[in-house]
């Protein structure tokens, strides 16, 4: 089923906007600024049918113009506990069991098509070189036509998670509505699409993301978020030597 449409429509008011301020106010959208804690609920289907799931924690602190994340798997069981750290570009995986700590890539699968970047906080606006192509109108994900913002976006070093995204903001409210993840040579790696936006901590922001495959169709995953909240987190809980003494909360 297709679910995008688009008809290109010129504009010239478009290109006489601030690319970079678009971009922001769809990353502070998609952010929480300060430090913050939320649950994600990952399910992996294939032909519609669930194929297995997850749970994780995670905590995400600012730092600059960037983010510190940590996520803790809660499920399934031969994954529990296990705690994935991204600092600045760096990322890196502790497992209990054999109390060993690695460094992984950022489009590393942490179940389906989702990877472990897509769970970390992500700032589009400093990573990624913008160019605004135009204003096209697209479907968002409870399926209503709008009017978006069509971003072209490079990775400005190769440690940022994708090298190519195409990234569509809505024109009205500069909320996310589709991102496409490419190879650095065009490949199309997946397909995200923002949805079920609701009003947490004063804004409104989507709570699910659905990842569709950019090979075979027939793959997604649906990410949900809940319990999104402010809190104090100790600085020490992002540092790569304090991995295996992490409790949390």
């Known amino acids: 089923m297709k679910l995008l449409t688009t008809i290109l429509l010129s504009s010239t008011l478009a290109f006489s906007l601030n690319v970079q301020e678009i971009v922001q106010k769809s990353d502070a959208i998609r952010n929480v600024?300060?430090?913050?804690?939320?649950?994600?609920?990952?399910?992996?289907?294939?032909?519609?049918?669930?194929?297995?799931?997850?749970?994780?924690?995670?905590?995400?602190?600012?730092?600059?113009?960037?983010?510190?994340?940590?996520?803790?798997?809660?499920?399934?069981?031969?994954?529990?506990?296990?705690?994935?750290?991204?600092?600045?570009?760096k990322m890196w995986l502790y497992d209990p069991n054999s109390k060993a700590t690695a460094?992984?890539?950022?489009?590393?699968?942490?179940?389906?098509?989702?990877?472990?970047?897509?769970?970390?906080?992500?700032?589009?606006?400093?990573?990624?070189?913008?160019?605004?192509?135009?204003?096209?109108?697209?479907?968002?994900?409870?399926?209503?036509?709008?009017d978006a913002y069509k971003v072209a976006m490079r990775a400005k070093s190769t440690s940022v998670s994708y090298p190519v995204v195409e990234y569509w903001i809505d024109k009205e409210n500069f909320r996310p509505i589709l991102a496409k993840f490419y190879t650095a040579t065009k490949k199309l790696?997946?397909?995200?699409?923002?949805?079920?936006?609701?009003?947490?901590?004063?804004?409104?922001?989507?709570?699910?993301?659905?990842?569709?495959?950019?090979?075979?169709?027939?793959?997604?995953?649906?990410?949900?978020?809940?319990?999104?909240?402010?809190?104090?987190?100790p600085a020490t809980w992002f540092k790569k030597s304090y991995l295996p003494k992490f409790q949390g909360n």
């Open 189 to 233: 790696l997946k397909k995200s699409y923002y949805r079920k936006y609701k009003k947490v901590l004063g804004t409104m922001r989507p709570t699910q993301v659905l990842i569709i495959d950019g090979v075979d169709t027939r793959k997604a995953t649906k990410l949900d978020f809940s319990h999104m909240k402010q809190t104090s987190l």
């Open 33 to 89: 600024g300060g430090s913050m804690y939320e649950r994600g609920y990952i399910v992996e289907y294939k032909n519609a049918r669930k194929v297995d799931s997850m749970t994780i924690d995670i905590y995400a602190k600012a730092y600059g113009n960037g983010f510190k994340t940590l996520v803790k798997i809660l499920s399934p069981k031969k994954d529990k506990g296990k705690l994935i750290l991204r600092s600045g570009n």
């Open 103 to 146: 460094q992984m890539s950022p489009q590393q699968r942490l179940m389906g098509q989702s990877s472990s970047a897509d769970v970390m906080s992500a700032n589009f606006a400093k990573d990624y070189r913008l160019t605004l192509v135009g204003v096209e109108r697209i479907k968002n994900g409870a399926k209503q036509m709008r």
